[in-house]
């Protein structure tokens, strides 16, 4: 079975900087996609940022040029740095991997969730 562990949500005022992580460990071939959703109270989630096929990524227009997902192949992590934070951004962030586990299929996986607050 594979887990997802994410880290690094929390409150920040008004143009500040997180960094969330996300590690993948248990039985797993090979990882092809993974990216960050998130929700906030009363809104449907949303894609954030994501890597495709191991290299390409894309982002919401809301985080283009603010937000910056990067990857540890290595480490089965992926992170997201968040600058220049504003209100709007508040939402509980979940990662997500498309992966291929023991049963030799694709699966999506899901963290917890971590929760951003920004607020003064």
């Known amino acids: 079975q594979v887990q997802l562990v994410e880290s690094g949500g929390g409150l920040v005022q008004p143009g500040g900087s997180l960094r969330l992580s996300c590690a993948a460990s248990?039985?797993?071939?090979?990882?092809?996609?993974m990216g960050w959703y998130r929700q906030a109270p009363g809104k449907q989630r949303e894609l954030v940022a994501s890597?495709?096929?191991?290299?390409?990524?894309k982002y919401a227009d809301s985080v283009k040029g603010r937000f910056t997902i990067s990857k540890d192949n290595a480490k089965n992590t992926v992170y997201m740095q968040m600058n220049s934070l504003k209100p709007e951004d508040t939402a509980v962030y979940y990662c997500?991997?498309?992966?291929?586990?023991?049963?030799?299929?694709?699966?999506?996986?899901w963290g917890q969730g971590t929760q951003v607050t920004v607020s003064s």
């Open positions: 248990g039985i797993i071939f090979s990882i092809s996609d």
């Open positions: 890597i495709i096929s191991g290299s390409i990524t």
């Open positions: 997500w991997f498309g992966l291929r586990d023991e049963s030799h299929r694709n699966r999506d996986y």
